[in-house]
Structures are given as structure tokens and as C-alpha cells.
């Protein structure tokens, strides 16, 4: 069992950053991917970033490619996502998510994940 929970949303102007944490419980986490994905009003969730279990692997949406950075500390159970040149398209509650992903899964695939965090809000003003 996994508990995820997300920090660092707010509201930005157009042009900022924010920087998102998701802190893990349980002594596993090092074994998990973790993921980053976002829901807007009105829109479905979509992916965002992800990163393999050691680190070594990450994947984003062409929507975030160069500005955007996901990263992990396992000694700290935690993993980051920042967030640079933020548009008001980023307006979403942002989820981070983990999962048992190994070589040849699907990382943009929410059904993949197994623990959800609650969210934080990024409010992104033009």
C-alpha cells in the first residue's frame, strides 16, 4: 500500500514556475514509477511526466516536452515536478500517481497506476 500526497500547487502568472512534490508513504517506493497527470474542467485527465523506478527513465506529453522536468529522491520518498514557463493551458489539478511499471509498459496510461495522491491546484493567469 502506497499513500501519495501533492504540494507546491498555487496560482502563477503566465511566464512562471512552481515547483510540485508528492511525498510517499511505505517503504517501497523506490520500486514504483511515478507519474504526473492533470485534469482541467471540462477535459479529460491527461498525462503529463513520468519516470521509472531508479530514475533513469522519464516521459512527457508533447504538451510540457522543455519545460517541464520530473525527478525523484528515493532516499526522501519523494518525486518533483517543475513546472518552468507556465501557460494558462497548465491550469489543472495535478495528481501524482504511482505504479509497478517495468520496460515496454505504457507510462502514459492512467489504468496503469495503482495509487492516486488527492491532487494540488495550479492556477496559471494570464
Known amino acids: 500500500q502506497v499513500q501519495l500526497v501533492e504540494s507546491g500547487g498555487g496560482l502563477v502568472q503566465a511566464g512562471g514556475s512552481l515547483r510540485l512534490s508528492c511525498a510517499a508513504s511505505g517503504r517501497t517506493f523506490s520500486s514504483y514509477a511515478m507519474g504526473w497527470f492533470r485534469h482541467a474542467p471540462g477535459k479529460e485527465r491527461e498525462f503529463v511526466a513520468a519516470?521509472?523506478?531508479?530514475?533513469?527513465?522519464?516521459y512527457y506529453a508533447d504538451s510540457v516536452k522543455g519545460r517541464f522536468t520530473i525527478s525523484r529522491d528515493n532516499a526522501k520518498n519523494t518525486v518533483y515536478l517543475q513546472m518552468n514557463s507556465l501557460k494558462p493551458e497548465d491550469t489543472a489539478v495535478y495528481y501524482c500517481a504511482a505504479a509497478t511499471l517495468g520496460p515496454g509498459s505504457d507510462y502514459e496510461e492512467s489504468g496503469e497506476y495503482d495509487y492516486w495522491g488527492q491532487g494540488t491546484q495550479v492556477t496559471v493567469s494570464s
Open positions: 519516470i521509472s523506478w531508479s530514475g533513469g527513465s522519464t
